[in-house]
T-cell receptor, first 110, second 116 residues
Framework: ELKVEQNPLFLSMQEGKNYTIYCNYSTTSDRLYWYRQDPGKSLESLFVLLSNGAVKQEGRLMASLDTKARLSTLHITAAVHDLSATYFCAVDFGNEKLTFGTGTRLTIIP | DTAVSQTPKYLVTQMGNDKSIKCEQNLGHDTMYWYKQDSKKFLKIMFSYNNKELIINETVPNRFSPKSPDKAHLNLHINSLELGDSAVYFC???????????????FGPGTRLTVL
């Protein structure tokens, strides 16, 4: 079965701290996407990772892909309030669709 | 300039009614999708179309019928609405799924459907 698991599902973190969201998937893929969703809003594309060892950074967010471990991480550095959102990873297993993870609801508290 | 647009944004209706949601993209993409997001935020694909051809029909009840009049439009018609159909429905688009190396999808704003 093609599965994508994220953890944690919920994350409350203090401003200024660092943390990592994990995305594990069940079978071979070298194409993975990260999206952000604000409450009541649409999904916004954050990162596209297309090879083993790919690393992308935007502001306080950095995403990486390890295709051998079937793992992607989204690292948050020195969190600020406006990073509060739900983050999804999505994997292309080559079956003409994306399989989304369960999402990680991130809340940054002062 | 809105890349992927949906109408309506909100839809409140009674059980048993029939309703439609419209989607349009101006990105020049060949592939369009419908997703359902439930109350737990879980996102599940329902349909995809590539240049007006149905590619994916993900075991969705027959009450749901997508229609793609051209590659820039993908509409969703729902017959005999049920309580369990209440959700947020997202339209998305991407480059030609069968020709592109990657499948970055761009999402519309969503339609929140409430069935009473």
């Amino acid at each position: 079965e093609l599965k994508v698991e994220q953890n944690p599902l919920f994350l409350s973190m203090q401003e200024g701290k660092n943390y990592t969201i994990y995305c594990n998937y069940s079978t071979t893929s070298d194409r993975l996407y990260w999206y952000r969703q604000d409450p009541g809003k649409s999904l916004e594309s954050l990162f596209v990772l297309l090879s083993n060892g790919a690393v992308k950074q935007e502001g306080r967010l950095m995403a990486s892909l390890d295709t051998k471990a079937r793992l992607s991480t989204l690292h948050i550095t020195a969190a600020v309030h406006d990073l509060s959102a739900t983050y999804f990873c999505a994997v292309d297993f080559g079956n003409e669709k994306l399989t989304f993870g369960t999402g990680t609801r991130l809340t940054i508290i002062p | 300039d809105t890349a992927v647009s949906q109408t309506p944004k909100y839809l409140v209706t009674q059980m048993g009614n029939d309703k439609s949601i419209k989607c349009e993209q101006n990105l020049g993409h060949d592939t369009m999708y419908w997703y359902k997001q439930d109350s737990k935020k879980f996102l599940k694909i329902m349909f995809s179309y590539n240049n007006k051809e149905l590619i994916i029909n993900e075991t969705v009840p027959n009450r749901f019928s997508p229609k793609s009049p051209d590659k820039a439009h993908l509409n969703l018609h729902i017959n005999s609405l049920e309580l369990g159909d209440s959700a947020v429905y997202f339209c998305a688009s991407s480059q030609d799924l069968r020709g592109a190396f990657y499948n970055e999808q761009f999402f519309g704003p969503g339609t929140r459907l409430t069935v009473l």
